[in-house]
């Protein structure tokens, strides 16, 4: 199984995926958005199966200073283009493994669908 790991290395949710993953000897490719910005394709896809208003992270201080008229007017298709402008935005980790997008951490979850 191929797992690739999306995020922004220095973020607390990120560093608890990243050692589960060492410490459950799954190996994965991380992508990071800081050095990479955010695949598109992916983010279709993620929001494809989440919707764009759980892939896009409004809780943190990214879409908090986004205009309001930004945020009244997201719908997928410029929830897109904001993360491509501000990876910060994505809910982290999206990880993708057997074809399909996960979002933030959850043990349960990662035990479920990452374990070889």
């Known amino acids: 199984m191929t797992v690739k790991i999306y995020g922004i290395k220095n973020c607390n949710s990120m560093k608890k995926a990243f050692d589960w993953l060492d410490e459950n000897g799954v190996a994965y490719d991380f992508h990071d958005y800081k050095k990479q910005g955010a695949d598109v394709e992916i983010l279709r896809q993620a929001m494809g199966e989440h919707g764009w208003e759980t892939v896009i992270n409004r809780k943190g201080m990214t879409w908090r200073n986004l205009p309001d008229i930004a945020k009244e007017h997201m719908d997928e298709e410029n929830a897109i283009k904001a993360a491509c402008d501000n990876p910060s935005l994505i809910k982290r980790p999206l990880i993708v493994a057997n074809k399909q997008t996960f979002l ?6 990662f035990a479920q669908n990452l374990k070889n």
């Open 104 to 109: 933030g951490y959850d043990e349960d979850t």
